[in-house]
C-alpha cells in the first residue's frame, strides 16, 4: 500500500509539471518575469551574474532555462521536452 502510494505522489507531480512545450511556446523576449512567473511557477534555480539572471524550471534531463536583464526575457531555451 506504500508502495502505490509513494507512485501516486510522484505520477501527481509530474503531471503538474510546468515545464511542457505549451507553456515553453508562451514565453517570448521581453516578457516580464511576473508574466514568466504566471505561466511556470517560480524557478527550481535561478543564478545572478552581474549583468543578468539565469533562471532553471526542471532538472537536467527535461527543463527550460531563461535569462533575465532588469527583470525581461532575453534568451530562452528548452531541453528533453
Known sequence: MKKLLTIAA?????????????????????????????????????????????CVWGDESKNITVTLVSDRVTLFSKKGI
Do not use: F, P, R, W
Open 10 to 54: 510522484l505520477l501527481s507531480l509530474t503531471a503538474c509539471s510546468k515545464v511542457t512545450i505549451e507553456n515553453y511556446e508562451k514565453i517570448s523576449v521581453g516578457m516580464e518575469k511576473a508574466e514568466l512567473e504566471q505561466v511556470l511557477g517560480s524557478a527550481d534555480s535561478c543564478e545572478e551574474k552581474t549583468l543578468h539572471t539565469n
